[in-house]
């Protein structure tokens, strides 16, 4: 059983699939990153300053040492918001590796060089060169 556990763990597609999470996480730090300090900043400013993640709504208010109790709504329209500029991160960055990988394969290659004619072509082309002479 050991056997097989290192035949699998040791396969190439599992190893693709490890390199691809991590690069996964690192690009979703990136993302999350640009969501919440590039983007926000902005969405919030646009809308009046409003911080989606303070809006709740108050079910039963604090009684003295006891929290309130609240439906926070606004981190969900956060996390919704959040999710839907990722994606179209993702979608635009998608979009643009495919771009260039269409570009790529339509970039016309250099036409091949014509092949080099036989020994029997060079001298019947002599032949008839010295014919067409007299």
């Not at 699998?8 to 991590?22: K, P, Q, S, T, Y």
């Not at 730090?29 to 709740?56: E, Q, R, Y």
Request: hydrophobic share 55%; net charge negative.
């Amino acid at each position: 059983m050991l056997e097989e556990f290192k035949k699998f763990a040791l396969r190439g597609n599992v190893i693709d699939l490890a390199v691809g999470v991590v690069i996964g996480a690192a690009f979703g730090k990136i993302v999350s990153s640009l969501v919440g300090d590039l983007l926000m900043p902005v969405i919030g400013m646009m809308v009046g300053g409003v911080d989606f993640a303070d809006l709740v709504i108050v079910l039963k208010a604090a009684e003295g040492d006891l929290p309130a109790v609240t439906i926070g709504y606004g981190k969900f329209l956060q996390t919704v918001l959040d999710f839907i500029i990722i994606a179209w991160a993702v979608f635009l960055f998608v979009k643009l590796f495919n771009n260039l990988k269409k570009k790529e394969e339509a970039a016309p290659a250099a036409p091949p060089a014509p092949p080099e004619p036989s020994v029997e072509e060079k001298l019947l082309t002599e032949i008839r060169d010295l014919l067409k002479k007299d």
